[in-house]
């Protein structure tokens, strides 16, 4: 099995600043892609951003320029760095993973159990 456990979130005020963390750990050969989904009370889930194994990066545009993925491939952790923070950017952060586990390379799709990002003054 796969499993994808989260930290980082909290309570930060408008313009500050919090880290997200994410690691994969079981059977795993190999993750494709990691990225951080986010949803806001009475919205549906939504991309925030992706990176893939070779570090390409994908971001929603109402975090561009604030927000910065990275991933540590040797580790299996995906991180976001979220700067500027604004009030609308206040939901659950989801962690996502696509990859293949051992032994013979099943593809997956795993999720975190989310954390908690509230920016409120």
């Known amino acids: 099995q796969v499993q994808l456990v989260e930290s980082g979130g909290g309570l930060v005020q408008p313009g500050g600043s919090l880290r997200l963390s994410c690691a994969a750990s079981?059977?795993?050969?190999?993750?494709?892609?990691m990225g951080w989904y986010r949803q806001a009370p009475g919205k549906q889930r939504e991309l925030v951003a992706d990176i893939t194994s070779s570090g390409s990066t994908n971001y929603a545009d109402s975090v561009k320029g604030r927000f910065t993925i990275s991933r540590d491939n040797a580790k299996n952790t995906v991180y976001l760095q979220m700067n500027s923070l604004k009030f609308e950017d206040t939901a659950i952060y989801y962690c996502n993973a696509l990859g293949r586990r051992s032994p013979f390379g099943a593809t997956f799709e795993r999720w975190g159990q989310g954390t908690q990002v509230s920016v409120s003054s």
């Open positions: 079981g059977s795993i050969l190999s993750i494709n892609v």
